[in-house]
T-cell receptor
Framework: DAKTTQPPSMDCAEGRAANLPCNHSTISGNEYVYWYRQIHSQGPQYIIHGLKNNETNEMASLIITEDRKSSTLILPHATLRDTAVYYCIVKISNFGNEKLTFGTGTRLTIIP | DTEVTQTPKHLVMGMTNKKSLKCEQHMGHRAMYWYKQKAKKPPELMFVYSYEKLSINESVPSRFSPECPNSSLLNLHLHALQPEDSALYLC????????????FGQGTRLTVV
């Protein structure tokens, strides 16, 4: 699976959009980009994923560059409850013999 | 129901004890995972079960013994653990379709004394 690079930490003001970057320059054509977050001492929570196209759901938007070498997770109106560690993961969705491997993630702090 | 339930939530065990962690899901997912997470570190994959068969073992010591008795249940049997095995143990499950996400439980906080 492709390796990802994320900034170790970011701050964002409450109510503003939080934009979390992820670099995955070695991504293969059949690898998906997944985003999870982990609030202190809880299990990771799925946020969103995509292959080529931009995606949006009730939690966030995922913008993938045309060359797929990087992506950005956007939380449109950050709240204090969005303070968490955010993980960007790329993996082949090959059921059964896949490793969902976490990198070091970005610690996002929402500032009141 | 998109829930993965782990029990117990907290466990304290001695180094000579035998205990088990339990993970249950009723989403029809046929892949289930065990992860170990130390403080301030990302989760580390331990085992993957696919259709109730062990498909990946990340060179985990034999004092950790996984078991998948049916498609809804995943156990992790613990024996002769060391204090450094104290961690948050996470279970996850995933469906068979391409591009589907994994769901995680809230974890079992294990302390070995």
């Amino acid at each position: 699976d492709a390796k990802t690079t994320q900034p170790p930490s970011m701050d964002c003001a409450e109510g503003r959009a939080a934009n979390l970057p992820c670099n995955h320059s070695t991504i293969s054509g059949n690898e998906y980009v997944y985003w999870y977050r982990q609030i202190h001492s809880q299990g990771p929570q799925y946020i969103i994923h995509g292959l080529k196209n931009n995606e949006t759901n009730e939690m966030a938007s995922l913008i993938i560059t045309e060359d797929r070498k990087s992506s950005t997770l956007i939380l449109p109106h950050a709240t204090l409850r969005d303070t968490a560690v955010y993980y960007c993961i790329v993996k082949i969705s090959n059921f059964g013999n896949e490793k969902l491997t976490f990198g070091t993630g970005t610690r996002l702090t929402i500032i009141p | 129901d998109t829930e993965v339930t782990q029990t117990p939530k907290h466990l304290v065990m001695g180094m000579t004890n035998k205990k088990s962690l339990k993970c249950e899901q009723h989403m029809g997912h046929r892949a289930m995972y065990w992860y170990k997470q130390k403080a301030k570190k990302p989760p580390e994959l331990m085992f993957v079960y696919s259709y109730e068969k062990l498909s990946i073992n990340e060179s985990v010591p034999s004092r950790f013994s996984p078991e998948c008795p049916n498609s809804s249940l995943l156990n992790l049997h613990l024996h002769a653990l060391q204090p450094e095995d104290s961690a948050l143990y996470l279970c996850a499950s995933r469906g068979v379709l391409r591009g589907t996400e994994a769901f995680f439980g809230q974890g079992t906080r294990l302390t070995v004394v």
